[in-house]
């Protein structure tokens, strides 16, 4: 069930729709962060994005 507030924004959004440009920069944004998730799945993240902790000190030869 949906509270009131979504019906209010949903007449709203009916009555006064967004305009052009505000349509054309969401779509922007939604393309440019599907492209960045599709570059980061073919060719994975970079070294200095891992989120394992680097080891600290000389590292051990064995």
Do not use: C, N
Not at 29 to 53: Q, S
């Amino acid at each position: 069930m949906l509270p009131m507030q979504w019906f209010l924004r949903m007449y709203r959004w009916a009555r006064h729709p967004p305009s052009k440009a505000f349509r054309w920069t969401v779509g922007i944004v939604i393309l440019a962060a599907l492209a960045i998730a599709g570059l980061e799945a073919l060719f994975g993240t970079p070294d200095w994005m891992d989120l394992a902790p680097r080891p600290r000190g000389l590292p051990v030869v064995r």
